[in-house]
């Protein structure tokens, strides 16, 4: 047979794909069907006419937390290896972190077996729902807060640590004393101390200095 005829017999012998995956967060839930099905169905189905399918291009981009990849394959008939074809399909993967471009790949590779031979899901092709991703942007820019609040923090502190060492220096006074004043002042330790705290206490030792 030739690669198209083979194709057809594949199509004739697997007729539909059921869900297998639930898909839960928060209250969205759905079915869907998993890659791991549809790779191991279509695997028997190649191994048995004699077909190989593998990668030859592919193109990536990310946009926030959305990676998009297209994937050129080719499929080959092992008895005839100039008989082929070669098939484009596209993906998209939504994570905060690293495992978009696996995500988009993984749907991109799932969805050209279910387009080449046309099987029939009734699967909604959004594996996560865009309640996921609104948790997750959510829960990103609260974390770039908090990043950006203790950096702040942070260069709070070292301009007030720079200030009460200069006054230190210039008046030959005791470093431990004149941060107990400064403590006293604010009404706290200086290891509770605030961003704002930490620039009152700037002010306080610039103001010493005059």
């Known amino acids: 047979m030739n690669l198209h005829e083979k194709i057809l017999s594949i199509m004739q012998e697997v007729r539909r794909l059921q869900k297998d995956d639930q898909v839960e967060f928060g209250n969205t839930k759905y079915k869907a069907l998993s890659e791991e099905k549809v790779t191991e169905i279509m695997r028997q189905q190649l191994v048995e006419k004699r077909i190989v399918v593998f990668p030859i291009e592919q193109n990536c981009s990310r946009t926030g937390q959305i990676t998009h990849v297209d994937v050129k394959y080719r499929m080959v008939n092992v008895d005839d290896p100039t008989d082929f074809i070669e098939i484009v399909s596209s993906g998209d993967g939504a994570d905060s972190q690293d495992k978009g471009a696996g995500k988009a790949m993984t749907y991109a590779y799932k969805y050209m077996w279910l387009r080449t031979f046309a099987l029939p899901t009734g699967e909604d092709p959004d594996k996560i729902s865009s309640a996921q991703l609104d948790d997750e942007e959510k829960k990103r820019r609260e974390e770039d807060k908090a990043k950006r609040k203790a950096a702040e923090r942070l260069a709070a502190r070292a301009q007030c640590q720079k200030a009460v060492k200069l006054y230190c220096q210039q008046n030959h006074a005791n470093e431990a004393e004149a941060w107990q004043i400064i ?28």
Do not use: L, M, V, Y
């Open 183 to 210: 403590a006293d002042t604010i009404g706290k330790p200086s290891k509770e101390f605030t961003k704002e705290d930490w620039e009152q206490g700037r002010q306080i030792a610039e103001a010493w200095n005059k």
